[in-house]
């Protein structure tokens, strides 16, 4: 059974367009997790859910939205992408929030705009 | 400046050596550390966590040491098999309990 899951794996799309990645995780977690993963493997977080609660919210350019509808989803839409949006995204969950909390991450999500 | 850095160039060795990845860090103090895993076009997966008031850990084939008065953390993979290749990723828990990772080492065993 998958854990942690998004859709799509592969997206490629021209610039200006807006799209959303969606995930989900049937592991009862509390949390959840944006993580993007760059040309130089560099894995930066973005945002981080608890219990549908935004948490954490990096610097990152507003046309970033995550939307939590429930503690089992957080989904990422991106408006007017740039070439610089390309990369791989990552979702990810872990049992709660704190310090030393194992993170489950997903399969990640090739984002390539062209 | 914080950072935590990896070996950017990747560890070759030979099957049934043992592989030794290091991570250092600065400005940090993190309470826990942890080493994850990561495929080629796959997602990270956790390995161990090593919490600050321990030495070693280990599981299995693997061993990891936290050293928070160098600021390093060595993950050992002893009897290492080419099923080990893979990107090691070092992980510690920065402000606001984010983990914040390294760029990771690639490690390649050969057969």
């Known amino acids: 059974d998958t854990a942690v899951s998004q859709t799509p794996k592969y997206l490629v799309t021209q610039m200006g367009n807006d799209k959303s990645i969606k995930c989900e995780q049937n592991?009862?977690?509390?949390?959840m997790y944006w993580y993007k993963q760059d040309s130089k493997k560099f894995l930066k977080i973005m945002f981080s859910?608890?219990?549908?609660?935004l948490i954490i919210n990096e610097t990152v350019p507003n046309r970033f939205s995550p939307k939590s509808p429930d503690k089992a989803h957080l989904n990422l839409h991106i408006n007017s992408l740039e070439l610089g949006d390309s990369a791989v995204y990552f979702c990810?969950?872990?049992?709660?929030w704190g310090a030393g909390n194992t993170i489950y991450f997903g399969e990640g999500s090739w984002l390539t705009v062209v | 400046s914080q950072k935590i850095e990896q070996n950017s160039e990747a560890l070759n060795i030979q099957e049934g050596k043992t592989a030794t990845l290091t991570c250092n860090y600065t400005?940090?103090?993190?309470?826990?550390l942890q080493w994850y895993r990561q495929d080629p076009g796959r997602g990270p997966v956790f390995l161990l966590l090593?919490?600050?008031?321990?030495k070693e850990k280990r599981k299995e084939r693997l061993k990891v040491t936290f050293d928070t008065t160098l600021k390093q953390s060595l993950f050992h993979i002893t009897a290492s098999q080419p099923a080990d290749s893979a990107t090691y990723l070092c992980?510690?828990?920065?402000?606001?309990?984010?983990?914040?990772f390294g760029s990771g080492t690639r490690l390649l065993v050969r057969p």
């Open positions: 859910y608890n219990n549908k609660e």
């Open positions: 992980a510690l828990d920065g402000s606001s309990y984010k983990l914040i």
């Open positions: 090593i919490r600050e008031n321990e």
């Open positions: 990810a969950s872990s049992q709660d």
């Open positions: 400005n940090y103090s993190p309470a826990y």
């Open positions: 592991l009862g977690h509390d949390t």
